[in-house]
């Protein structure tokens, strides 16, 4: 199985008003909104908290009237709270208060499980984001899941992170970077009973071949995930 997953339309969200979403990374912070055809980078880092976050997006989101706010970052987060502060940006954001910030109704979510969301064609799909680390999520019959698997010990007291993030690209070179992706979805597919894996980040684009049962993901589904997150409002969603 190989191919890419499709966006489906970014600018007219279904549900019943405009939603920004929020896409943060490790190296960028990401803004897109319904009816806005623009996409805005913001660059982010290690130094980054959301009080400057937040001072970037005011003056570049001025006049596009969102009424709701999906934001997806990349820590582990359970009902709408975020847990630990982001292994690759700044402190502050534990306890931060996106909905104050704002001053909209927000959704917070994994940024992994949001691109996953938005990646989903049924059934049972793994979604690993090949980006600064490594994104995880799982979706089952519509039942979403973040997962941790970045962090497990993989060999040698060196995690699953260690061996396909982008550090370990930088380390490995492109080959071996390549061979230890294709173990790893091998393995998470096996070990979860997966159907297909999505392989999303900015990092997926470099792989010369997908592993079985792969597809290509498409970062714009970040996006579309954070316009669903307001579409399946009461839904089977288990973040």
């Known amino acids: 199985m190989a191919g890419r997953t499709r966006p489906t339309s970014l ?4 549900a019943p008003f405009n939603i920004l979403v929020v896409d943060v990374g490790g190296t960028n912070v990401k803004l897109r909104a319904t009816g806005q055809k623009r996409l805005v980078r913001i660059p982010s880092g290690p130094s980054m908290s959301p009080r400057q976050m937040m001072s970037a997006i005011r003056p570049e989101t001025a006049g596009w009237n969102a009424q709701a706010v999906s934001v997806g970052v990349p820590s582990i987060v359970l009902h709408g709270r975020i847990l630990h502060e982001p292994r ?3 402190k502050g954001w534990v ?10 109704p927000v959704k917070v979510i994994n940024d992994a499980a949001m691109q996953a969301l938005g990646s989903y064609q049924g059934g049972r799909m793994l979604f690993l984001g090949l980006g600064t680390g490594l994104g995880s999520a799982f979706i089952v019959d519509g039942r979403l899941e973040a997962l941790e698997l970045a962090h497990l010990r993989y060999r040698e007291n060196c995690t699953y992170e260690d061996y396909v993030g982008a550090r370990a690209l930088e380390r490995l070179g492109l080959k071996e970077w390549s061979d230890h992706v294709s173990l790893i979805v091998k393995h998470f597919t096996k070990v979860l009973g997966a159907d297909y894996v999505v392989l999303g980040g900015g990092n997926a684009q470099k792989l010369t071949e997908l592993p079985p049962k792969c597809l290509m993901g498409d ?7 954070g316009f669903r997150l307001w579409e399946y409002i009461g839904a089977n969603l288990g973040y």
Not at 11 to 14: G, R
Request: aromatic fraction near 20%; charged fraction near 20%.
């Open 219 to 225: 970062n714009e589904n970040a996006f579309v995930g």
């Open 11 to 14: 600018y007219v969200s279904k």
């Open 95 to 104: 306890g931060f208060d996106f909905g104050k910030a704002f001053r909209l």
């Open 88 to 90: 690759n940006l700044g």
